[in-house]
């Protein structure tokens, strides 16, 4: 799908706010592609579609994630999370989207998750330092990422765990699993 037939198809189903943040994360993960010897073209289709259920009905996200494979326990955990993992289903049934590693950055581009491909990265990290972003920490990250990605998104793991952690609220295990993964790839370990 060409970019500005992607751009179309997300504009109406996201608030104007949103949709900005969309295009700002659009070309963010373009300089991390080009950074990081990724398809920018995957980056900038994930990155425009990374939001594309977020105003979904919570039903229908709902109804999405009992009848598909998606982990059922999602559900214990704050629809925040189900935006990610439903737009990865609703770009393949709504715009035959099948390129299973976009689906991907789109599903994890808010948990993260243990062994990131360099898009699932590209996508989760462009999400937390695009320039509309302005919070505790997103300075130094944003720094990081043109220096080394991996060691980027683990600065943004831990920053959102540690957030998460300070309002007393529950963490899906897949940020866990993404903040271990990633301190391992830090000191050594595969």
Avoid at 51 to 74: C, F, G, N, Q
Avoid at 108 to 126: E, F, P, Q, V
Wanted: with cysteine; aromatic share 8%; charged share 25%.
């Amino acid at each position: 799908m060409k970019i500005d037939m992607a751009i179309e198809k997300v504009r109406p189903h996201l608030t104007e706010s949103r949709f900005q943040h969309s295009l700002r994360v659009a070309e963010t993960a373009v300089k991390l592609a080009g950074l990081y010897n990724v398809s920018p073209a995957k980056a900038e289709i994930a990155a425009v579609f990374h939001d594309y259920a977020k105003y979904r009905p919570l039903e229908e996200m709902k109804h999405w994630i009992v009848k598909s494979t998606l982990p059922k326990d999602l559900l214990l955990y704050h629809h925040e999370l189900w935006h990610g993992p439903v737009g990865a289903l609703l770009i393949q049934a709504e715009h035959g989207i099948a390129d299973r590693e976009i689906q991907e950055a789109i599903q994890y581009h808010t948990t993260g998750r243990a062994n990131m491909s360099m898009l699932d990265k590209i996508i989760y990290l462009s999400d937390y330092i695009e320039p509309g972003r302005n919070f505790p920490g997103v300075d130094e990250v944003r720094e990081m990422a043109g220096k080394d990605l991996t060691k980027a998104c683990w600065m943004a793991s831990r920053n959102t765990i540690d957030h998460l952690m300070r309002k007393q609220g529950t963490i899906y295990p897949d940020s866990f699993y993404a903040y271990n993964d990633l301190t391992n790839k830090l000191n050594g370990g595969t």
